[in-house]
């Protein structure tokens, strides 16, 4: 009777570490320890320049990541974001281009102006969140089927707005501005600080936030949840359009910083965003996860994909080297976890 | 006990539930969920043959029933039929198994470099056979004895596999191919192009030959049974002393296999180890398997429906190639995994 009411305490009152942030801090050493092996046999990669790259390089992907992690936390798979990057980037520039103006049909858009753009472009994005939860919810077919489609639909769509190439001319001035600038004095960009700033908010969502907790109570048990009287279809709707949205915002910001709508920007990237929420730590089995693990997990790929391009290892290594880390990552947080309990 | 079709026991199960002026509504529908995929085979031919029939005539170079034209479509199929038909299995089981795209390519690349380097074909196929069954067999692990999600598993394996595929290919090169130096040998084409029979190559016998053997096996063996049960009800299957572990590790194995042969028969075809081309096959294996009426849920589904899946899903890849431009392909195919999606929905489900 004891031991079972100690374990009945929350855990915070308990004042042992939870899960997820026992990972965290594992993954946190994964990532000093795998810093030093590489400061050590890359040069100059212990300069603070190349640290700060490290981080501000994977911007795109950990926006990504915080949508991907809450829905794999529910047990869902999100494979559509690639595809919506390159849509909404592909749609924005469509927008926005003049109209009119030459004979290649290219270079002509709808000349919207670019704020109206820009929401409608969200707009299709979110649509595609829509599809994947109708599917989901309603008819209940695996998110992995509906995503496979709606990211073929997604990037079929950008393919032939822009004819199979890209759209990168008769753009307003406005188009390219918040994709470029940084922060005055230092050579951060804005993207970088919206990335930040989404990160922080994903935080406090999950962590202080009745909907947040709701979000791994479906995780670990969808059918106990919906009896306690959460409304498992609108979360998981909520959900799905959240991570569709911010691939939107993340094509958007590209689109802007390339100044081009690119149809097959972004090719992969869901398999990237998968990648760091699991070397974060995320468990597809059980409501497990943290968006503050991703974040860890990207600086993760971020430090070995440079180290190996710091060890002029060709880009074929790219796809071999994640493989290994995922699998390394799964395994020695399951072994870890399992030694906790026991 | 005697043997009935599925559309005998369905009609009986009805009547005995239903009342009787239902029943003719009870058969129609039974009778539609087995043979709608063929009258969406039929559709889909019908609307490729009248499309262009303006500019040419029926059966003529460049019009779609053309036989040059079928047979090329036929070949152009030998890979997804290859390989959809284990994959039925695996969807069966509700497992699955992304990683057939790049299974297929690594094959493909480890063929067509043991020909350049002057092997001959029996020993070039017998080790990309091995290397097939040991993808297979990684996969089986992965997801049987280390309990990973199937698709995390096979979504991972799917990165390593294209991986060492690009790492075999020399640098500066975008796939293994003959130079003037060392050329490859001509032959190499003859066991996915040459006439055998009826104008059509080894390797679409080959591929026939499979799905037979899968055919007979899911109809008439124990691993069809036990698939489908571990599909149906997993829990159930356990306590009925299924070995699931063993059973979904031996489809992972066929899957494997079936990939190499598939991807030695598109390297075959190409004349050249292409890294990059089993690329997307995975999706065609699942828009093929969900519109032969294989249950998402798993439990329920044919082999021979997912030829049938398999085939439309060339038919709309080759005949949309002549109506629309290609860039519209990926929007083509992603709606029809959803429109797969919606059928399977609307008449599969009970």
């Given at each position: 009777m004891e031991t079972n009411q100690t374990k009945a305490k929350p855990l915070a009152l308990s004042g042992k570490m939870s899960n997820e942030t026992f990972i965290t801090f594992l993954m946190i050493g994964v990532l000093l320890f795998l810093f030093a092996v590489a400061a050590v046999f890359v040069p100059n990669f212990y300069q603070p320049r190349n640290i700060l790259n490290l981080v501000t390089n994977s911007w795109y992907i950990i926006i990504l990541g915080i949508g991907v992690t809450f829905l794999l936390i529910t047990g869902n798979f999100d494979l559509s974001v690639g595809g919506v990057i390159a849509m909404t980037g592909v749609l924005s520039v469509y927008f926005s281009q003049a109209a009119n103006v030459s004979q290649n049909e290219l270079a002509n858009g709808l000349g919207l102006p670019y704020g109206v753009a820009v929401v409608l472009a969200l707009i299709c994005a979110m649509g595609i969140g829509a599809v994947n939860s109708f599917f989901v919810v309603r008819i209940k077919v695996p998110s992995i089927i509906v995503t496979l489609g709606t990211m073929m639909l997604a990037r079929g769509i950008a393919q032939i707005v822009t004819q199979g190439a890209q759209r990168n001319t008769s753009l307003p001035d406005v188009f390219g501005v918040i994709g470029n600038v940084s922060i005055p004095g230092t050579p951060v960009k804005i993207s970088v600080v919206i990335m930040i700033l989404l990160v922080i908010v994903a935080f406090i969502f999950e962590r202080m936030t009745v909907h947040g907790r709701r979000t791994y109570l479906i995780g670990a048990n969808a059918e106990s949840a919906r009896l306690s009287g959460v409304n498992v279809n609108r979360h998981l709707t909520t959900l799905f359009i959240l991570s569709s949205l911010l691939a939107g915002i993340t094509g958007l910001l590209m689109a802007s910083e390339f100044k081009a709508g690119i149809s097959n920007r972004a090719t992969g990237y869901e398999f990237d965003a998968l990648v760091i929420s699991l070397l974060g730590?995320?468990?597809?089995?059980?409501?497990f996860g943290s968006v503050l693990g991703m974040f860890v997990g990207a600086l993760i790929l971020s430090v070995v994909t440079s180290a190996a391009t710091g060890l002029l290892l060709s880009p074929d290594w790219q796809f071999t080297l994640k493989a290994i880390a995922v699998f390394i990552a799964i395994l020695s947080q399951g072994y870890f976890l399992s030694r906790r309990k026991g | 006990m005697k043997r009935t079709t599925p559309l005998e026991r369905n009609t009986g199960m009805q009547k005995n539930t239903l009342a009787v002026q239902q029943d003719w509504t009870a058969v129609f529908r039974s009778n539609l969920k087995h043979f709608y995929i063929y009258f969406v085979l039929a559709l889909v031919v019908v609307i490729f043959s009248v499309v262009k029939l303006d500019e040419v005539d029926m059966f003529q170079r460049g019009h779609f029933l053309n036989p040059d034209n079928v047979i090329n479509l036929l070949r152009i199929a030998v890979p997804i039929i290859t390989v959809s038909g284990a994959f039925t299995f695996l969807m069966i089981a509700q497992y699955i198994d992304l990683s057939v795209g790049s299974a297929m390519s690594l094959s493909a690349v480890v063929f067509a470099l043991m020909i350049l380097n002057g092997y001959n074909f029996i020993v070039a196929m017998l080790v990309t056979m091995i290397v097939g069954i040991l993808m297979g067999t990684l996969n089986g692990f992965l997801v049987m004895k280390l309990r990973i999600t199937p698709v995390i598993a096979t979504l991972v394996t799917l990165s390593l596999y294209k991986g060492i595929a690009l790492l075999i290919v020399p640098d500066g090169l975008s796939s293994i191919k003959g130079n003037s130096d060392n050329p490859m040998p001509a032959w190499i084409n003859d066991y996915g192009r040459k006439d055998v029979l009826l104008g059509l190559p080894a390797a679409f016998y080959v591929a026939i030959i499979i799905i037979a053997i899968l055919v007979v096996v899911q109809r008439k063996t124990i691993l069809g049974k036990y698939t489908a049960a571990i599909g149906g009800n997993r829990t159930a299957a356990d306590l009925s002393g299924i070995n699931a572990v063993a059973v979904i590790w031996l489809l992972y194995i066929i899957v494997g296999f079936c990939a190499a042969m598939a991807g030695m028969a598109r390297a075959s075809y190409m004349s050249l180890g292409d890294p990059?081309?089993?690329?997307g096959i995975e999706t065609a294996c699942i828009i093929a398997v969900l519109l032969g009426g294989t249950r998402f849920a798993g439990g329920e589904g044919a082999v021979e429906k997912t030829i049938i899946g398999a085939i439309i899903v060339i038919c709309m890849t080759v005949g949309m190639l002549t109506i629309i431009p290609a860039y519209w392909q990926t929007f083509v195919m992603g709606s029809v995994l959803i429109l797969a999606v919606v059928l399977n929905h609307l008449l599969v489900k009970d």
């Open positions: 730590g995320v468990s597809i089995a059980g409501g | 990059l081309s089993g690329d």
